[in-house]
């Protein structure tokens, strides 16, 4: 952001940087990579690099504004009281950094904060990934009984492959392929996470209804695809239906076959 | 469809082993996402990235849904919700029937002679209850035109009528030309109901269940059974059978923290950090231990999820395995291993 020396000084007292003793040089500095800004994401962006900075008034300002919402963020997503305010507090040790330069300065995470969106909303990010990080690091340690479970369930069930269903595998990757990135990421959601309609909606900024229409819309077109592939393959255009639906009959097989398996094991 | 989405599902389990790995977007990349601040160019490879990375999606996820686990429904209509807006609009009609009884209006009325009296007043003081007039019901034979005159003033400045006639006297007069007249008792207002319960324990709305069954009753208003993990007490829950108003303990399995929790009616399930399962089918009265099994080995991970689908389905996760049961827990079908 290259802005006349006027405008720096003004955005550097609207953004509290003079309260937070930032020179007017280091606010210059900061904001050269910075792309256009609300108002309201600079002074975060300003509170952030102050706070890497160790500004104890900044500190102060942060635990003010941010505490509860970063608590109630935590607890948010653990679903858990203690374990949210446990997964918030871990998070201020990454803040302020515990790691040092060869230089001597601390590495924060808040020097990797630039205000593409709110600070509060950026939290929270900070700490899902946290908490994903802990999951993928209990996985890791359990892994092993898991990878053992998941191994032999595979080997139970070698699925023999015929040359049709390894067409139709093809067909559906390739129709898959071809799918917008935001249309495979609602299918993804929907088929794979088991996420529900509300919650895709969220993630995506989109109307329940919306995105059941779409799935609906998606998933048509998907079959359409699927088939015309299928048919481009050399299949009849009878042929490749019936594969479809011929092979959806095995699935529903498969699984039944498995739960009378588990049964009798 | 179901068929078509298992093929799906696996299609693009496939798809995610295999894509090419891309760097996952860092926190402030998803938090603009989230926030729907990206360009569209910005937009598109993050979108790209997050269809082939499960742990991104759920980072998303978790970002977006991040509201209590329960909020109360909107649709609930409980004394707790209406206590001020009754007392408020009592007051106003109160308040409002006085004054207009103060001050002489041309009113639909019947001549002096056959006034009635009042029956239904309220007492001058402050008491809101209301004192009905023993007296039986009166229906006079009247010419059936009525004149506009002023309103006499049969009832004291300080008394008003609250309820008028029951309305199938009313018709009965219409159809009959005559006015009719009662001492029906009116409603009974009782002051010390509107004092404000006792609060809700500081984590009781925020971390319970609501109950969505016909508990109380076979309206279709939801219930005010809230259920909530009591994190400070392994192997319990805390139930309120009054909205949240009132808690109590219910001691499951005291050997192991229990981790999540779905209620439907009256029925319950509740996860465990040890893989294991209690169901209820009583709102809470007997537990059943339930062992998630894909036939060779019982779940022994923290189950971190718990669901019951519409169609009485439920589904539970744990960190890296989903399961599901559609037969009450007696087989489970392990889904999408991650």
């Given at each position: 952001?290259?802005?006349?020396?006027?405008?720096?000084?003004?955005?550097?007292?609207?953004?509290?940087?003079?309260?937070?003793?930032?020179s007017?040089?280091?606010?210059?500095?900061?904001?050269?990579?910075?792309?256009?800004?609300?108002?309201?994401?600079?002074s975060?962006?300003?509170?952030?690099?102050?706070?890497?900075r160790?500004?104890?008034?900044?500190?102060?300002?942060?635990?003010?504004?941010?505490?509860?919402?970063?608590?109630?963020?935590?607890?948010?997503?653990?679903?858990?009281?203690?374990?949210?305010?446990?997964?918030?507090?871990?998070?201020?040790?990454?803040?302020?950094?515990?790691?040092?330069?060869?230089?001597g300065?601390?590495?924060?995470?808040?020097?990797?904060?630039?205000?593409?969106?709110?600070?509060?909303?950026?939290?929270?990010?900070?700490?899902?990934?946290?908490?994903?990080?802990?999951?993928?690091?209990?996985?890791?340690?359990?892994?092993?009984?898991?990878?053992?479970?998941t191994?032999?369930?595979?080997?139970d069930?070698?699925?023999?492959?015929?040359?049709?269903?390894?067409?139709?595998?093809?067909?559906?990757?390739?129709?898959?392929?071809d799918?917008?990135?935001?249309?495979?990421?609602?299918?993804?959601?929907?088929?794979?996470?088991?996420?529900?309609?509300?919650?895709?909606?969220?993630?995506?900024?989109?109307?329940?209804?919306t995105?059941?229409?779409?799935?609906?819309?998606?998933?048509?077109?998907?079959?359409?695809?699927?088939?015309?592939?299928l048919?481009?393959?050399?299949?009849?255009?009878?042929?490749?239906?019936?594969?479809?639906?011929?092979?959806?009959?095995?699935?529903?097989?498969?699984?039944?076959?498995?739960?009378a398996?588990?049964?009798?094991? | 469809?179901?068929?078509?989405?298992?093929?799906?599902?696996?299609?693009?389990?496939?798809?995610?082993?295999?894509?090419?790995?891309?760097?996952?977007?860092?926190?402030?990349?998803?938090?603009?996402?989230?926030?729907?601040?990206?360009?569209?160019?910005?937009?598109?490879?993050?979108?790209?990235?997050?269809?082939?990375?499960v742990?991104?999606r759920?980072?998303?996820?978790?970002?977006?849904?991040?509201?209590p686990?329960?909020?109360?429904?909107?649709?609930?209509?409980?004394?707790?919700?209406?206590?001020?807006?009754?007392?408020?609009?009592?007051?106003?009609?109160?308040?409002?029937?006085?004054?207009?009884r103060?001050?002489?209006?041309?009113?639909?009325?019947?001549?002096?002679?056959?006034?009635?009296q009042?029956?239904?007043?309220?007492?001058?003081?402050?008491?809101?209850?209301?004192?009905?007039?023993?007296?039986?019901?009166?229906?006079?034979?009247?010419?059936?035109?009525?004149?506009?005159?002023?309103?006499?003033?049969?009832?004291p400045?300080?008394?008003?009528?609250?309820?008028?006639?029951?309305?199938?006297?009313?018709?009965?007069?219409?159809?009959?030309?005559?006015?009719?007249?009662?001492?029906?008792?009116?409603?009974?207002?009782?002051?010390?109901?509107?004092?404000?319960?006792?609060?809700?324990?500081?984590?009781?709305?925020?971390?319970?269940?609501?109950?969505?069954?016909?508990?109380?009753?076979?309206?279709?208003?939801?219930?005010?059974k809230?259920?909530?993990?009591?994190?400070?007490?392994?192997?319990?829950?805390?139930?309120?059978?009054?909205?949240?108003?009132?808690?109590?303990?219910?001691?499951?399995?005291?050997?192991?923290?229990?981790?999540?929790?779905?209620?439907?009616?009256r029925?319950?399930?509740?996860?465990?950090?040890?893989?294991?399962?209690?169901?209820?089918?009583?709102?809470?009265?007997?537990?059943?231990?339930?062992?998630?099994?894909?036939?060779?080995?019982?779940?022994?991970?923290?189950?971190?999820?718990?669901?019951?689908?519409?169609?009485?389905?439920?589904?539970?996760?744990?960190?890296?395995?989903?399961?599901?049961?559609?037969?009450?827990?007696?087989?489970?079908?392990?889904?999408?291993?991650?």
């Amino acid at each position: 952001m290259n802005l006349p020396a006027n405008d720096v000084a003004r955005l550097h007292t609207e953004s509290g940087a003079a309260q937070f003793a930032v020179s007017l040089e280091d606010f210059t500095a900061w904001l050269a990579p910075l792309g256009a800004l609300e108002s309201a994401r600079l002074s975060e962006v300003v509170l952030a690099r102050a706070c890497a900075r160790g500004n104890p008034l900044a500190w102060e300002h942060f635990i003010n504004h941010y505490r509860e919402k970063l608590y109630a963020a935590g607890i948010a997503i653990t679903r858990d009281e203690t374990r949210g305010r446990e997964l918030a507090d871990s998070l201020y040790a990454d803040l302020y950094g515990t790691r040092v330069q060869d230089n001597g300065s601390r590495i924060s995470k808040f020097d990797s904060f630039v205000g593409r969106g709110s600070l509060e909303g950026w939290l929270k990010s900070v700490l899902a990934q946290q908490q994903i990080n802990r999951f993928r690091r209990e996985r890791n340690l359990i892994s092993f009984d898991d990878s053992i479970e998941t191994a032999a369930a595979a080997a139970d069930s070698p699925l023999p492959v015929t040359s049709d269903q390894q067409a139709l595998a093809t067909a559906t990757d390739g129709a898959l392929a071809d799918l917008d990135a935001e249309d495979r990421l609602v299918l993804a959601s929907y088929y794979l996470d088991q996420r529900t309609l509300s919650e895709i909606g969220r993630m995506l900024g989109l109307h329940e209804s919306t995105v059941s229409r779409r799935v609906e819309k998606i998933t048509n077109r998907l079959r359409k695809q699927i088939v015309a592939r299928l048919t481009k393959a050399g299949l009849s255009r009878r042929a490749a239906e019936e594969l479809l639906e011929t092979d959806v009959r095995a699935l529903e097989i498969n699984v039944r076959e498995k739960l009378a398996q588990e049964r009798r094991a | 469809m179901a068929s078509f989405a298992k093929l799906l599902a696996d299609r693009l389990t496939q798809r995610q082993k295999h894509a090419a790995a891309t760097p996952h977007p860092d926190a402030d990349l998803l938090t603009a996402l989230a926030e729907n601040r990206l360009a569209p160019k910005d937009r598109r490879p993050i979108l790209a990235h997050l269809a082939d990375c499960v742990d991104c999606r759920e980072i998303l996820s978790l970002v977006t849904n991040d509201a209590p686990v329960a909020i109360p429904a909107q649709a609930s209509v409980s004394w707790r919700t209406l206590r001020w807006p009754l007392a408020i609009a009592a007051s106003a009609l109160l308040t409002f029937t006085v004054l207009h009884r103060q001050t002489p209006t041309n009113v639909i009325s019947i001549p002096p002679q056959l006034a009635p009296q009042p029956q239904l007043e309220v007492a001058p003081t402050a008491s809101l209850t209301v004192q009905p007039k023993p007296a039986p019901i009166h229906v006079r034979q009247k010419e059936p035109s009525f004149k506009i005159i002023p309103a006499p003033a049969v009832v004291p400045q300080s008394q008003a009528i609250l309820s008028p006639p029951p309305p199938e006297l009313e018709k009965q007069a219409v159809l009959s030309g005559t006015v009719a007249q009662t001492d029906s008792p009116g409603d009974r207002f009782l002051p010390q109901a509107t004092a404000p319960p006792p609060a809700a324990p500081a984590s009781a709305h925020s971390f319970g269940v609501r109950s969505l069954g016909l508990t109380k009753s076979k309206t279709a208003s939801l219930s005010n059974k809230f259920w909530s993990l009591d994190s400070a007490s392994p192997g319990t829950v805390r139930t309120s059978d009054d909205g949240g108003s009132h808690w109590s303990t219910v001691r499951v399995d005291s050997s192991t923290e229990l981790l999540s929790l779905a209620v439907a009616g009256r029925e319950v399930w509740i996860g465990s950090e040890h893989g294991t399962l209690f169901h209820s089918t009583d709102n809470g009265s007997h537990w059943n231990i339930i062992v998630v099994s894909d036939g060779a080995t019982p779940l022994t991970q923290p189950i971190t999820s718990v669901e019951i689908k519409p169609d009485g389905t439920v589904r539970i996760k744990t960190h890296s395995t989903r399961w599901i049961t559609t037969d009450n827990g007696r087989t489970w079908l392990k889904i999408s291993p991650r």
